[in-house]
């Protein structure tokens, strides 16, 4: 083990962004039972509160308790443990990915929405460069993170195709620090604080986290052996300031990594890709009376990646897009209505220089688009049993005939502890600018290609009491029009891909999703989910492995010390050449795999007399070799997706 890794660590006192949990500190929270804790207010399926069993929709929540107790380095790996999530990796990014349900088509994250406090997250020339926010996110200020798997267009526009999700921030914090040493050469600090000052609150996190990497090694498209060390280097700031009914939002990502290239064949450099994020959201709520309140949001987010394209030309993307949105909501006793609308404005390019910085080309010329949205919902409790949710949204994009989404929601309380839900949405994803328009050595772009569509159906029962949560979930989605890349029938271009509307897809699949406290140190998560999928004829065609266990135990011996031991186990990866003819099968087979992670937090107060913390954590504890499907491009079988273990220790000091 190479201890060398510094971390400061910033965890914010747990306050819910919900009214009724506004001045419940982190300490309360997570001494509550169960039965309390399912009653904590969620926000994304519907933009407001509601409670999650209640809710129209099927959703994981991880809460700071368990990214506290089971531990992580990055948003990454705590969302990687949410039911149903598959985390691939890929060539050109390693920790860009998140498959919900079986659903992976690029190398992009476009087909899950990204928010950060109900605010999207996401760059309109590729629709999915996320690894930044993904690596970079301070962990410690996350007050929760909710996972809606399946299609939310309606509220949310692009990208909610799959799922959304949606980080919260806390509301409240003690000034916290922590470092860390760890593999790699890793180093890390984290640090968060609060001001409050009459009405005025402000709350700040930073993070950085940088590691020289673990080695990947595998042969290329051309059959050659290489290797590259898959280094990070990550910044990450965030800022909420809150002035009465003003809010100011603002989180700035700066990562570097190493990837294989935007091909995978090596070159004989190693390559890096360099990427600025920055969301930057002003917000204001108006209460017109007790039963009606507007919401007005204006939402910066800027892109600017910096890579090696060649090996000695460097290629630049950027993307400028500001979104402007109000939103109503209107409480008239048993219905609930909320209509609003949108209007995205989208500019950026792609241009390739050379060593020097002299322009060569221009891959995506400049441009701008104006995307616009309109959406309703209305919410009608039948009874104290049942109620009922129907919606819609329509959406336009530019060149693009406008689409209609609909939305239907029932949700049924059999008893006080049991229910059921019936769920139907659609989603729709018009072509990103890197799809339509790109025209590079490795990938060309289609101007002609349709929207991508998705129509799903969840059917789920539920049944919670104070020690425990049980659900069972069905759904089948049905995708058309997806857009893929082939190779090009440009047979001078060898390596070129092109963009193109392939078919059908037809997703089903269960989930078995449970909670269970048997004691009040005792926290127990698991989930099973088995999803299959078929187009073209063919079963299982995305590649994801069928099966995903998850189990998560943690116990809490003391005040502020707990053990922690996660596993996320998956069964085979499918063969790409079912997919590909051609494909090449030159490395490790992806074969069945257990990613596990143990934390320890040790609180070494009553032996110092000072508010320290002892954290260690452990990820991949079993160091396994872990191998996905090469879903990008194909031409070869597999690479490898999870580096070998790495062992990382800290501290965190609290100032009272």
Same mark, same amino acid.
């Given at each position: 083990?190479?201890?060398?890794?510094?971390?400061?660590?910033?965890?914010?006192?747990?306050?819910?962004?919900?009214?009724?949990?506004?001045?419940?500190?982190?300490?309360?929270?997570?001494?509550?039972?169960?039965?309390?804790?399912?009653?904590?207010?969620?926000?994304?399926?519907?933009?407001?509160?509601?409670?999650?069993?209640?809710?129209?929709?099927?959703?994981?929540?991880?809460?700071? %308790?368990?990214?506290? $107790?089971?531990?992580?380095?990055?948003?990454?790996?705590?969302?990687?443990?949410?039911?149903?999530?598959?985390?691939?990796?890929?060539?050109?990014?390693?920790?860009?990915?998140? =498959?919900?349900?079986?659903?992976?088509?690029?190398?992009?994250?476009?087909?899950?929405?990204?928010?950060?406090?109900?605010?999207?997250? &996401?760059?309109?020339?590729?629709?999915? *460069?996320?690894?930044?926010?993904?690596?970079?996110?301070?962990?410690?200020?996350?007050?929760?993170?909710?996972?809606?798997?399946?299609?939310? =267009?309606?509220?949310?526009?692009?990208?909610?195709?799959?799922?959304?999700?949606?980080?919260?921030?806390?509301?409240?914090?003690?000034?916290?620090?922590?470092? %860390?040493?760890?593999?790699?050469?890793?180093?890390?600090?984290?640090?968060?604080?609060?001001?409050?000052?009459?009405?005025?609150?402000?709350?700040?996190?930073?993070?950085?986290?940088?590691?020289?990497?673990?080695?990947?090694?595998?042969?290329?498209?051309?059959?050659?052996?290489?290797?590259?060390?898959?280094?990070?280097?990550?910044?990450?700031?965030?800022?909420?300031?809150?002035?009465?009914?003003?809010?100011?939002?603002?989180?700035?990502?700066?990562?570097?990594?190493?990837?294989?290239?935007?091909?995978?064949?090596?070159?004989? &450099?190693?390559?890096?890709?360099?990427?600025?994020?920055?969301?930057?959201?002003?917000?204001?709520?108006?209460?017109?009376?007790?039963?009606?309140?507007?919401?007005?949001?204006?939402?910066?987010?800027?892109?600017?990646?910096?890579?090696?394209?060649?090996?000695?030309?460097?290629?630049?993307?950027?993307?400028?897009?500001?979104?402007?949105?109000?939103?109503?909501?209107?409480?008239?006793?048993?219905?609930?209505?909320?209509?609003?609308?949108?209007?995205?404005?989208? =500019?950026?390019?792609?241009?390739?220089?050379?060593? *020097?910085?002299?322009?060569?080309?221009?891959?995506?010329?400049?441009?701008?688009?104006?995307?616009?949205?309109?959406?309703? $919902?209305?919410?009608?409790?039948?009874?104290?049993?049942?109620?009922?949710?129907?919606?819609?949204?329509?959406?336009?994009?530019?060149?693009?005939?406008?689409?209609?989404?609909?939305?239907?929601?029932?949700?049924? $309380?059999?008893?006080? !502890?049991?229910?059921?839900?019936?769920?139907?949405?659609?989603?729709?994803?018009?072509?990103?600018?890197?799809?339509?328009?790109?025209?590079?050595?490795?990938?060309?772009?289609?101007?002609?290609?349709?929207?991508?569509?998705?129509?799903?159906?969840?059917? !789920?029962?539920?049944? *919670?009491?104070?020690?425990?949560?049980?659900?069972?979930?069905?759904?089948?989605?049905?995708?058309?029009?997806?857009?893929?890349?082939?190779?090009?029938?440009?047979?001078?271009?060898?390596?070129?891909?092109?963009?193109?509307?392939?078919?059908?897809?037809?997703? !089903?699949?269960?989930?078995?999703?449970?909670?269970?406290?048997?004691?009040?140190?005792?926290?127990?998560?698991?989930?099973?989910?088995?999803?299959?999928?078929?187009?073209?004829?063919?079963?299982?065609?995305?590649?994801?492995?069928?099966?995903?266990?998850?189990?998560?135990?943690?116990?809490?011996?003391?005040?502020?010390?707990?053990?922690?031991?996660?596993?996320?186990?998956?069964?085979?990866?499918?063969?790409?050449?079912?997919?590909?003819?051609?494909?090449?099968?030159?490395?490790?087979?992806?074969?069945?795999?257990?990613?596990?992670?143990?934390?320890?937090?040790?609180?070494?107060?009553?032996?110092?007399?000072?508010?320290?913390?002892?954290?260690?954590?452990?990820?991949?504890?079993?160091?396994?070799?872990?191998?996905?499907?090469?879903?990008?491009?194909?031409?070869?079988?597999?690479?490898?997706?999870?580096? =070998?273990?790495?062992?990382?220790?800290?501290?965190?000091?609290?100032?009272?």
């Amino acid at each position: 083990m190479n201890l060398t890794h510094l971390t400061l660590c910033c965890s914010l006192l747990l306050s819910s962004h919900v009214a009724q949990a506004q001045n419940m500190l982190i300490e309360d929270l997570l001494d509550l039972s169960l039965e309390k804790l399912m009653q904590v207010r969620i926000i994304t399926i519907s933009k407001t509160e509601e409670v999650l069993s209640h809710s129209p929709g099927v959703m994981t929540v991880i809460t700071a %308790k368990e990214i506290a $107790q089971f531990g992580a380095n990055s948003l990454y790996e705590v969302i990687e443990r949410a039911t149903s999530v598959y985390t691939p990796g890929a060539y050109a990014n390693a920790q860009n990915q998140i =498959s919900l349900r079986g659903d992976l088509s690029t190398i992009y994250d476009n087909h899950v929405l990204l928010l950060i406090n109900g605010r999207p997250f &996401r760059d309109s020339m590729t629709g999915g *460069n996320n690894f930044p926010i993904y690596s970079a996110f301070p962990v410690g200020i996350i007050e929760r993170v909710e996972v809606v798997r399946g299609p939310g =267009s309606v509220l949310y526009g692009s990208n909610a195709y799959a799922g959304v999700i949606n980080v919260i921030t806390k509301a409240e914090t003690n000034t916290r620090i922590a470092v %860390k040493a760890g593999s790699f050469n890793a180093k890390a600090t984290e640090a968060s604080t609060m001001f409050d000052q009459g009405d005025l609150k402000l709350v700040a996190g930073l993070k950085t986290f940088k590691e020289d990497g673990w080695r990947l090694e595998a042969k290329d498209e051309a059959g050659k052996p290489g290797s590259t060390l898959f280094g990070e280097d990550n910044m990450g700031a965030y800022v909420n300031a809150q002035y009465r009914n003003v809010t100011l939002s603002a989180f700035l990502a700066k990562s570097t990594e190493n990837r294989w290239g935007t091909v995978p064949v090596w070159e004989g &450099r190693e390559k890096l890709v360099k990427m600025d994020r920055a969301l930057i959201d002003l917000g204001y709520e108006h209460k017109f009376s007790d039963t009606w309140r507007t919401q007005l949001n204006a939402t910066l987010n800027y892109a600017f990646v910096d890579s090696n394209y060649t090996k000695t030309d460097l290629l630049e993307l950027y993307s400028n897009d500001t979104l402007v949105e109000m939103t109503h909501f209107v409480d008239s006793g048993k219905w609930k209505w909320l209509f609003g609308g949108v209007a995205n404005l989208m =500019s950026g390019h792609m241009k390739q220089y050379d060593s *020097n910085h002299k322009l060569l080309s221009a891959l995506i010329a400049e441009n701008r688009k104006t995307w616009y949205s309109g959406y309703v $919902q209305g919410d009608y409790q039948l009874s104290d049993a049942l109620r009922l949710v129907l919606g819609g949204q329509v959406i336009k994009a530019e060149q693009v005939d406008s689409k209609w989404v609909p939305r239907l929601g029932v949700v049924y $309380q059999i008893s006080s !502890q049991t229910g059921m839900k019936a769920l139907y949405g659609q989603a729709y994803r018009s072509a990103f600018q890197v799809e339509t328009a790109v025209n590079a050595t490795t990938l060309k772009g289609n101007p002609a290609l349709a929207p991508e569509t998705v129509a799903t159906l969840d059917l !789920q029962l539920f049944h *919670n009491t104070k020690d425990y949560q049980l659900s069972a979930t069905y759904f089948q989605s049905e995708q058309q029009n997806l857009i893929t890349r082939i190779p090009s029938a440009n047979t001078a271009v060898s390596l070129q891909d092109i963009y193109v509307n392939r078919g059908e897809m037809s997703f !089903q699949g269960l989930e078995l999703q449970s909670q269970f406290v048997p004691t009040s140190r005792l926290l127990i998560n698991a989930s099973l989910t088995y999803q299959t999928n078929e187009s073209e004829g063919k079963e299982d065609f995305s590649m994801v492995p069928n099966w995903m266990g998850k189990l998560g135990i943690s116990y809490e011996f003391d005040k502020g010390s707990s053990i922690g031991l996660f596993n996320n186990w998956f069964s085979d990866g499918h063969d790409v050449a079912m997919k590909y003819p051609n494909t090449k099968h030159v490395n490790p087979e992806p074969d069945t795999y257990n990613l596990m992670t143990l934390n320890l937090n040790l609180n070494l107060k009553r032996w110092t007399g000072l508010p320290i913390t002892l954290d260690t954590y452990v990820y991949n504890v079993l160091d396994e070799d872990i191998y996905a499907p090469e879903f990008g491009r194909s031409r070869i079988n597999s690479l490898p997706a999870k580096q =070998s273990r790495g062992i990382y220790v800290g501290f965190q000091y609290k100032f009272d």
